[in-house]
Every structure is written in C-alpha cells, then in structure tokens.
C-alpha cells in the first residue's frame, strides 16, 4: 500500500517498503530509517540522495508472526529488484549471549565480544579470535570455545542439534531463543523462502538495542565455480527485534514490543548504478511514453493539439517548450532521456490525417490514422518495453488500415 502515517487501535506499524503487487496484512508505511547502518558509500560509485527505509511492527502479538513477515518482505525485495543471489542470515541475541555465558566470558564484555564475532564475514577466524584475546582480553580457551558454536550455520536441522547441546540446553536463554528460531523457521518454511535463509552463528550486528532475533541480508556470488559456498559482496538489508528501546521514550516506561528491518535503498540504487554502467546498458530518466514533434517550422498549434488528445487519453506525452524546434533536436533530446517512441506531425501528415511514429532506438517509422495513435502507443508499449521486437510490431502495423 501507498505511503502515509497509520495507527490502530491494536498497534502502530511505523514504516514499511512494499508494492502493491504483493500486499501484507496490517497497515503500512514507508519512512526513513536507520541510516547509520547503511551510510558507508561504495568505491567508486556516485550515490542518489536517499536513505534506507524501514518497515517496523510494534505491539504484543504471539511470537514469530511479525519477526517472519519482515523476513518475507526482504525476501520479496530483494527478489522483485533482480540484483541476483542473495542470503538472508538470521540469529538471535539471546542464542549469542548464552554462547558468551557458556564460554566463561563475563556479561560486562559480551557487547566487544559481540563486536568481533560479527567481523567473521570480513575476517578469518584466526584473525577474530586474536582481536578476542589480544584486544578485547578473553582467555585463548574462552576464545576457541567461542569459535566451535560462531562457525557453525545451517537451518532446522542446525536448531535440533544446538536444542540438544550438552551446554546450551541447560542456559535459559539459549533455549527461549532457539525455540523462538525453530518457530521462525517454521512459519519461513510455509511462506516457502528458506532456500535463501541462513541460520548463521556468527551473524551479531552490533547495535545494543537488539533483544532478540536479529537478522541481516547480503548479495552473494560464486566467487568461481569451483567454489561451493557463495561469496557475500555486501549488505543490502538488517534489523531485528528491539523490545527494549521504545519504551524507553514513554514516560510509565510501557513496554512495547519491536521488530523492524532497514532496506539500505542508497546502496541498492548503488549496486544497480554501478551495473547498469558495467553494461552499458542505457536509463531511462523520464517515465515519458511519447514525445510529440514537428520537422517545419509553424506546426506549434498542430503539436500542442496532438499532445492534448494523448494527454486525454491517458498517453504520457510531452514537448519541447520551442516554437520551432530542429526535428534533429527534438529526436536527440529522446536518445538522450530514454523516451522509446516519436509522434511526428507534419504538413503531409496533417493533410493525410495521420501521424508518423517512430521508435526511437531503430529509427523505423510507420504511418499511424491519428484517431488510433494513442491505441497503438499503448499497445506497443504495455505489452514490451520499446525494443526490437517492439519495433518489428511497428513494421507489422504499418500495413493496417
């Protein structure tokens, strides 16, 4: 659904990044989100102007409902955007924290651990567990302990295993949160995404605020196919549940349950820039469907009448604000802004009732009865975008009445 506050009177969803292809239940709402997350520029690639957006869920509701949907949402995203493979990790703060307890690390130096164990995506192990003991001064038996459960990552299977770990079992935390993990799992398996979840260890983001589940999405590629595991280029997606921080903000200190997840949109709109560019593919910056153009000189009434006909029915056309614009000019500005299609109105079309349309891209143009223009431009244009095949449907066409 669009854009726009929402409260009821069971909970206020703050903030949501959807289509309305794919609707959820709720009210939802697209805002500004947690930018400190996603506000690393990428090497090398000019940056859009926008922030990451969040899509949060609060109020009391059973466990795992809302945790999975944010999950699905990413999923659907990230799948509706095409930027290729993707992993979404997931773990749960409560599963960390007892790991850390486990492992003989005092509760005052489990927010550094933690800070560590997450640079496992970027570091190697040997180079995690020395920052652990050198830096952060965890004994090198805390340490390795700490090593056997960060290294581990699988699905269900994984949750059975560690539900019935000799150490874990007995750590109450451990088991709130991996019951709440098998459940998430669960509801993930009926929503049919867990080929791209990852129950991952060492997942830990550092953010204080996180109580419980906390999950993060990254872009992944065979780094060659040799290589069975995939490679993570970057995340494009974090959060989880913070059910802690609201409350902080109410003056009876209420609380009130969280659970959210930031799109980093200025890093998707980076990855999508910088691969555009590698392909040399051309973008469109307009959503213009038609420009409506003259070749002589004189013809600006018969522009501005033939731009109010397709404006009436509904075409997205528009013009050059000149007089009498060079036809060369006319059609440059089209190459230029990705417009895929010309109406061209002349003294010859005028006398024939007719209008030339021409696409862009093949420079093929055909003769097409003015009272059936906007029929064929919408026609050429819903079924496929302006292209070759686009253009052959053009030379189809010609032959009509």
Known sequence: MAGGLVISASSVVCARLSSAAAPHSGPHVVDDGRWSEFQKPMPGISLFSLVPQDFDIAGHFDPMIPDAECLKIVHEILSELKLGDFLIKVNDRRILHAVFASCGVPESKFLSTCSSVDKLDKMPWEDVRSEMVG?????????????????????????????????????????????????????????????????????????????GVIFEAVLVQQENEHVEEPVSVGSVAGGGRYDGLVGMFDPKGRKVPCVGVSIGIERIFSIMEQRVKASGEKVRTTETQVLVATPHKHLLGARLKLISELWDAGIKAEMLYKKDPKLLKQLQYCEDTGIPLVAIIGEQELTDGVV????????????????????????????????????RALGAAAGSP
């Open 135 to 211: 830096e952060k001064g965890l004994s090198p038996e805390a340490a390795d302990r700490i090593g056997e459960y960060v290294r581990l990552h699988g699905g269900l299977d994984l949750i059975e295993q560690l539900l019935q770990d000799p150490t874990l079992s007995q750590n109450k935390l451990a088991k709130e949160g991996l019951g709440d993990m098998k459940l998430l799992f669960e509801y993930l398996t009926l929503f049919g995404i867990t080929r791209q979840i990852c129950f991952d260890l060492s997942l830990a983001r550092g953010l204080d605020y996180y109580t």
């Open 356 to 391: 030339k349309l021409r696409v862009v891209t093949t420079r093929e143009e055909v003769d097409i009865p003015r009272e059936k223009l906007a029929d064929e431009i919408r026609r050429r244009l819903e079924p496929c975008s302006p292209s070759p095949q686009c253009s």
